[in-house]
């Protein structure tokens, strides 16, 4: 069975202080896992992506985050967060065998900078 | 790069009124997909397609249609709009998603509907 968790749907963080968004995953095969950014009326942007090469993935704008199959958790990071940082977060994960891979999105979390 | 682009962005129609949503993409990717996004509920699949011709169900395909006659286009009709219906939808479209290929689904902009 497929699933994916985001255990926050809201953060609140001040400019300048790290970030961390979590998502936690179920998959009965070896999943490819996403993160996308969505801003205000925009459609949803790929940050970065994990399929089984290293299990600290960078993304763009500062954003990381690391694979651990032990936790079934790929957490998405950033070190300091920037006003341009708020909008809301999905995580994905994507699995399968023969031909078409099930993707699954989170419900999402909305990230707040407060300056 | 166009990428993907959907019109109309925004659309605002009564019940039981016919509604077409247009998706056309430029990378002459395979799959094509149509999801709609709604509180609480995150994005869900309507209904998706691997290739021209080819078409399957999602998760929520009641009260919808699709069509793909050519490979860049994937036009999601409401045959007859409902209030639950009121959402923003999104269209995608990905290169291929075989496994372990990890392929990125790349989104539109969205269509706002909003059925009175």
């Known amino acids: 069975a497929q699933s994916v968790t985001q255990l926050d749907s809201h953060v609140s963080v001040s400019e300048g202080t790290p970030v961390l968004l979590r998502c936690n995953y179920s998959s009965s095969y070896s999943p490819s896992l996403f993160w996308y950014v969505q801003h205000p009326n925009k459609g949803l942007q790929l940050l970065l992506k994990y399929t089984s090469a290293a299990t600290l993935v960078k993304g763009i704008n500062g954003f990381e985050a690391e694979f651990k199959k032990s936790e079934t958790s790929f957490h998405l990071t950033k070190p300091s967060a920037h006003m341009s940082d708020a909008a809301e977060y999905f995580c994905?994960?994507?699995?399968?065998?023969?031909?078409?891979?099930?993707?699954?999105f989170g419900t999402g979390t909305k990230l707040q900078v407060i300056p | 790069d166009a990428g993907i682009t959907q019109s109309p962005r925004y659309k605002i129609t009564e019940t039981g009124r016919q509604v077409t949503l247009m998706c056309h993409q430029t990378?002459?990717?395979?799959?094509m997909f149509w999801y709609r996004q709604d509180l609480g509920h995150g994005l869900r699949l309507i209904y998706y397609?691997?290739?021209?011709?080819?078409?399957d169900k999602g998760e929520v395909p009641d009260g919808y249609v699709v069509s793909r006659s050519k490979t860049e286009n994937f036009p999601l009709t409401l045959e007859s709009a409902t209030r639950s219906q009121t959402s923003v939808y999104f269209c995608a479209s990905s290169e291929s998603l075989g496994v372990g290929t990890g392929n990125t689904i790349y989104f539109g902009e969205g269509s706002w509907l909003t059925v009175v």
């Open positions: 397609s691997a290739a021209a011709d080819i078409t």
């Open positions: 994905v994960v994507s699995d399968g065998v023969g031909g078409y891979q099930k993707v699954t």
């Open positions: 990378w002459s990717h395979s799959y």
